[in-house]
């Protein structure tokens, strides 16, 4: 890095009034505001500490991949494309860590201050422009939070922990039992043991 240039007073630098510091953001100036002009956007950025549900999400700063296309539209900025992101947690069944990963689907519109969409849309219900920028973190965020599951299984049909052992079945033979009889049915259990013709007539023995 360069040695930062000595700041004159009243000298403010072309970025002075962008919100630099963050990387989400979008400078809608190369784009412009005529309607059907286009920009693809490609970008990796590094995730935000919050993007998370109880048992998994995207570590921090792991790489988000953006494919964006821009367009411009009437009412504001359309933004389509498709967002990677890595996703870390643990097995709701088992416990096990898992790694996996999120391949979604985005289609946004940004309105422009003062259109009809933004007129006639409640605060929260749409996202904005603002000046020159959008800001793409808080629609990737709600993307990627309300798709991550809130009961995550390492595995689509993972059998969870033994009761009695607590290790994962999954790990452990089929016929993984404990033998555990309650105290007051041993002598009845001793009996049918020494018993070996009982249920010699039943059908179902094997
Ligand atoms: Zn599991
Ligand atoms: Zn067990």
Do not use: K
């Amino acid at each position: 890095m360069p040695a930062a240039q000595p700041s004159r007073p009243g000298a403010a630098s072309p970025d002075a009034r962008r919100p630099a510091a963050n990387p989400w953001s979008v400078d809608l100036r190369e784009l412009g505001r005529r309607p059907g002009s286009m920009q693809e956007l490609e970008r990796t950025l590094p995730a935000p500490a919050d993007w998370r549900v109880e048992l998994i999400g995207v570590p921090a700063g792991a790489e988000v991949r953006l494919r964006l296309r821009l367009e411009s539209v009437m009412e504001g900025v359309l933004v389509t494309g498709e967002v990677d992101v890595p996703v870390t947690g643990s097995c709701a069944r088992c416990l096990e860590p898992i790694e996996d990963g999120l391949e979604l689907d985005v289609q946004e519109l940004f309105a422009y201050e003062g259109s009809t969409t933004e007129a006639t849309s409640e605060e929260d219900e749409v996202r904005r422009v603002e000046g020159d920028h959008i800001d793409l973190e808080p629609m990737v965020r709600d993307l990627v939070v309300l798709s991550l599951p809130l009961a995550p299984t390492c595995t689509e049909d993972c059998a969870g922990l033994c009761v009695d052992c607590g290790q994962r079945l999954d790990d452990l033979p089929a016929d993984h039992t404990h033998e555990q009889l309650d105290p007051r049915w041993a002598g009845l259990a001793a009996r049918f043991t020494a018993a070996p013709n009982a249920g010699a007539d039943d059908p179902e023995e094997n």
